[in-house]
Antibody, heavy 118, light 112 residues
Framework: EVQLVESGGGLVQPGGSLRLSCAAS????????MSWVRQAPGKGLEWVAN????????YYVDSVKGRFTVSRDNAKNSLYLQMNSLRAEDTAIYYC???????????WGQGTLVTVSS | DVVMTQSPLSLPVTLGQPASISCRSS???????????LIWFQQRPGQSPRRLIY???NRDSGVPDRFSGSGSGTDFTLKISRVEAEDVGVYYC?????????FGQGTKVEIK
């Protein structure tokens, strides 16, 4: 059974940093692109970043470029999101996802809540 | 960025009746490989999003066949042939053709 479990969310002050983790199991992690998607409370979805299987290609949405860094450790079946210079508008549930656009493969974690507030 | 526009944003439906959600993109979603990466998600209250449809009309595993997707280019539709109580939630279209991948605003489906 495929499982994605996020952790690391919490309350942080504006300008602060936080590192999210996503532990993957039930599939060959190193074979798949991985993604982070976020959802502000009561709002819609925003696709934040994609990282290629070997980490050599990463895409970020403009709103997080230069502040967020995605990485992965295929030996640990883990995905990470380092978030720096956090702003109130970064407050959201952050989901880890593994998806293939052309195949019947799409899995999401339960999400971890990040709250940026003083 | 590609703007995805859904309508309606709120959809009250009678149980057993059909429902239809429209999604329009600000530019063509036809990718250079010949595929159109238009995706539909369902998000039930308090749950993570669940993909229903990929590449316009392909149902994911476990998705009931009352859900169907259609369209091309910039115009797409999600149809529910007979709405059931478990279909309550917010439905999002998303384009995976142009980075950044972008979502529509969401359509809230509720039972009348």
């Amino acid at each position: 059974e495929v499982q994605l479990v996020e952790s690391g969310g919490g309350l942080v002050q504006p300008g602060g940093s936080l590192r999210l983790s996503c532990a993957a199991s039930g599939f060959t992690f190193s074979d798949y692109w991985m993604s982070w998607v976020r959802q502000a409370p009561g709002k819609g979805l925003e696709w934040v970043a994609n990282i290629k299987q070997d980490g050599s290609v990463i895409y970020y949405v403009d709103s997080v470029k230069g502040r967020f860094t995605v990485s992965r450790d295929n030996a640990k079946n883990s995905l990470y999101l380092q978030m720096n210079s956090l702003r109130a508008e970064d407050t959201a549930i952050y989901y880890c996802a593994s998806t293939r656009r052309s195949e019947n493969f799409d899995y999401w974690g339960q999400g971890t809540l990040v709250t940026v507030s003083s | 960025d590609v703007v995805m526009t859904q309508s309606p944003l709120s959809l009250p439906v009678t149980l057993g009746q059909p429902a239809s959600i429209s999604c329009r993109s600000s530019q063509s979603l036809l990718y250079s490989d010949g595929s159109t990466y238009l995706i539909w998600f369902q998000q039930r209250p308090g749950q993570s999003p669940r993909r229903l449809i990929y590449k316009v009309s392909n149902r994911d595993s476990g998705v009931p066949d009352r859900f169907s997707g259609s369209g091309s280019g910039t115009d797409f539709t999600l149809k529910i042939s007979r709405v059931e109580a478990e279909d309550v939630g917010v439905y999002y279209c998303m384009q995976g053709t142009h980075w950044p991948w972008t979502f529509g605003q969401g359509t809230k489906v509720e039972i009348k």
